[in-house]
C-alpha cells in the first residue's frame, strides 16, 4: 500500500469534500461512475483513478460518499471475488446516509475481509461541506476510527462519537427528522404568507429578528425569496432519506406522523418530476394543493 487516500462519489456533497482534501494536499485519488465529476476536484489537485481496483491497489484509507446502498455494493463489488481483494488491509470510511442495517452488514463483511470499517455520516449540506463546517457522527471500532479521524476533520469541523455500528447512522437519521420537520414548517409558512398575501421578506424579516433564526433557515430564506430551486440538497436526496427514517421509525417502533407527512410530499414532488431540484420544490407541491382544494371549494 502506498498510503494514499482515496475518494469515491463525485455528486453534489462529494465534491467539496474532496476538494477540501485536495486543498489541505493530500492529493487523493478520485473516482466517480461520471468521469467528468472529477475535474473541479482534480483542477484543485486530487487525481483520477482509471478503475475501483486502481484506486483500492493504491489507497489504504478509501472514503465513501455515494448515493446510496445499492451504488455502494456495485461499485465495491460486494458479493463478488473482487469485494475481498479490494477490502484487504483498507479502511473504508462511509461519509454517505444508508440504512442502519445495511451498514452494520457491510461492516461485518468488510471485517471478515480483513479491512476496517468506520461510519461516519455527515450533518450539513453544500454550503458546510465547502467550508469545512459539517458535523461527523462516527461508528466502528477504536482501530478504524483513529486511521480515519484525521482526513475527516479535514472534512468536518468536529466528530460526534455514537457508539457501535450501526449507531452513527440510526443518530444521523435522527438529526434528518428534525432537519426536515424544521424545513417542512419553514416551507408550509412561506405558502400560508403566499396565499395570505403577505408579503415574504417582511417574514423573513419577522423569522430572523426572532428566536427561530438559525443557519438552516437562513440557507433556505434567500431561495425561498427568489423562489430558487437550484439543489443545496434535492428532492431525489430528500425522498431517499425520508423512506429511511420512517422505516427506522416503523422498525424501532417509534411514531414519525411528522416524517410521514414529509415523505408524502417529497415523493409527490419526484412524482412530478423534480427530482433535481432543491427540497424547496416542496413549496410547489404545497401551491397545487392549495390550488386544487380552492377549485373544490368552488
Known amino acids: 500500500m502506498a498510503g494514499r487516500v482515496g475518494f469515491i462519489g463525485l455528486g453534489n456533497m ?105 461510519e461516519m455520516p455527515v450533518s450539513g449540506s453544500t454550503g458546510p461541506a465547502a467550508t469545512g463546517d459539517l458535523v461527523a457522527m462516527s461508528a466502528g471500532s477504536e482501530t478504524a476510527l483513529a486511521l480515519a479521524e484525521d482526513i475527516v476533520l479535514h472534512m468536518c469541523q468536529g466528530i460526534v462519537p455514537c457508539g457501535e455500528v450501526p449507531k452513527a447512522l440510526q443518530m444521523k437519521l435522527a438529526v434528518n427528522t428534525y432537519l426536515f420537520g424544521l424545513t417542512s414548517g419553514l416551507f408550509e409558512a412561506f405558502n400560508l404568507a403566499r396565499q395570505a ?32 430551486f437550484a439543489p443545496q440538497g434535492s428532492i431525489r436526496q430528500a425522498c431517499n432519506n425520508m423512506q429511511m427514517i420512517v422505516d427506522e421509525g416503523t422498525r424501532v417502533g417509534a411514531a414519525m406522523p411528522i416524517s410521514e407527512t414529509t415523505l408524502d410530499l417529497v415523493t409527490e414532488a419526484s412524482r412530478i418530476g423534480w427530482d433535481d431540484e432543491d427540497i424547496v420544490a416542496i413549496t410547489k407541491v404545497l401551491a397545487e394543493r392549495g390550488s386544487e382544494a380552492t377549485g373544490e371549494r368552488a
Open 14 to 118: 462529494g465534491v467539496p469534500m474532496a476538494g477540501r482534501l485536495a486543498d489541505a494536499g493530500l492529493a487523493p485519488l478520485v473516482w466517480a461512475r461520471r468521469p467528468e465529476s472529477a475535474e473541479p476536484v482534480i483542477a484543485r489537485g486530487a487525481e483520477w483513478a482509471d478503475t475501483v481496483d486502481a484506486l483500492f491497489t493504491a489507497c489504504d484509507r478509501v472514503v465513501l460518499m455515494l448515493a446510496d446502498a445499492n451504488v455502494m455494493d456495485e461499485v465495491l463489488g460486494r458479493g463478488t471475488p473482487d469485494f475481498a481483494r479490494r477490502i484487504e488491509g483498507v479502511t473504508l470510511i462511509h461519509m454517505g446516509t444508508t440504512p442502519p442495517g445495511y451498514s452494520a452488514g457491510l461492516a461485518a463483511d468488510v471485517t471478515a475481509s480483513g479491512g476496517h470499517y468506520a
Open 197 to 228: 398575501d403577505l408579503d415574504r421578506a417582511t417574514l423573513a424579516r419577522v423569522l430572523q429578528d426572532g428566536p427561530m433564526n438559525c443557519d438552516l433557515m437562513r440557507m433556505k430564506l434567500p431561495k425561498l425569496l427568489q423562489d430558487d
